[in-house]
């Protein structure tokens, strides 16, 4: 989970939609801006590639027409962690508010075959260890149909963690052979692989964060 702050001011039609008795939050451009927000991923399990994406409430409106309208508690999710959030995780750490919110969560996974990730609290708050839980559900499933889905979803993570890890083993041959214009070339992919952008970046940045070699090298990307 990343911090990805919401464009102000809140989109024009959602004051107009709270009045009517069927009034539609995904009104106006609220997609395409929320869409842009989240850099077009997930921001619970950061999948890029999800086909199915929903306007999700970041806490749940129950009938409430403030929450149901209020730009701020909008996020946009895909279908399979929404419908494992449902109304059950209502004390997260906010991804929109919290410019601190790496620090709190540390995320691992090895590239083999059918390996779990591991995601873990940092400090003791309670809604780091609710999102933590949320998480470790959204990576594992719940039900034997969300268990599927968490088995292609983790397929896919691995396969981006193998690429990623296979461009930096690249990268360090090409230094240790004092190849520095090969090196140089592969900048550009490593820092796409760690940027906000990319699939699944939360779990790369921690593969930077996790070793010392990688930090020292690649820390200032980590913007």
């Known amino acids: 989970m990343l911090y990805l702050p919401k464009s102000q001011p809140a989109p024009d039609c959602l004051a107009h939609e709270k009045t009517k008795a069927d009034g539609d939050y995904k009104c106006g451009d609220v ?27 970041f806490i749940a409106h129950k ?3 403030n929450l149901k309208f209020d730009w701020a508690n909008l996020f946009y999710a895909c279908g399979h962690c929404n419908n494992i959030k449902l109304a059950k995780y209502n004390s997260l750490l906010n991804c929109t508010t919290d410019a601190d919110i790496e620090a709190k969560i540390r995320y691992d996974i090895k590239s083999f075959p059918k390996e779990l990730p591991q995601i873990f609290a940092i400090d003791n708050a309670a809604n780091t260890y609710q999102t933590v839980s949320l998480l470790l559900a959204i990576f594992n499933g719940t039900t034997p149909l969300k268990k599927l889905e968490s088995a292609n979803l983790r397929d896919k993570l691995i396969k981006e963690v193998h690429n990623f890890q296979s461009i930096l083993i690249q990268y360090f041959d090409y230094t240790d052979a004092e ?3 090969e090196a140089n070339a592969l900048l ?8 906000k952008t990319a699939n699944f970046a939360s779990f790369k940045r921690w593969i930077i964060r996790n070793n010392d070699a990688l930090l020292a090298e690649f820390g200032q990307y980590l913007d």
């Open 63 to 65: 009938g409430d027409k």
């Open 179 to 181: 190849l520095t214009e």
């Open 31 to 57: 997609l395409n801006r929320l869409a842009s927000d989240f850099k077009n991923k997930c921001y619970l399990c950061e999948d890029k590639t999800a086909t199915s994406i929903n306007v999700e409430h």
């Open 188 to 195: 550009p992919q490593i820092k796409l692989h760690i940027g």
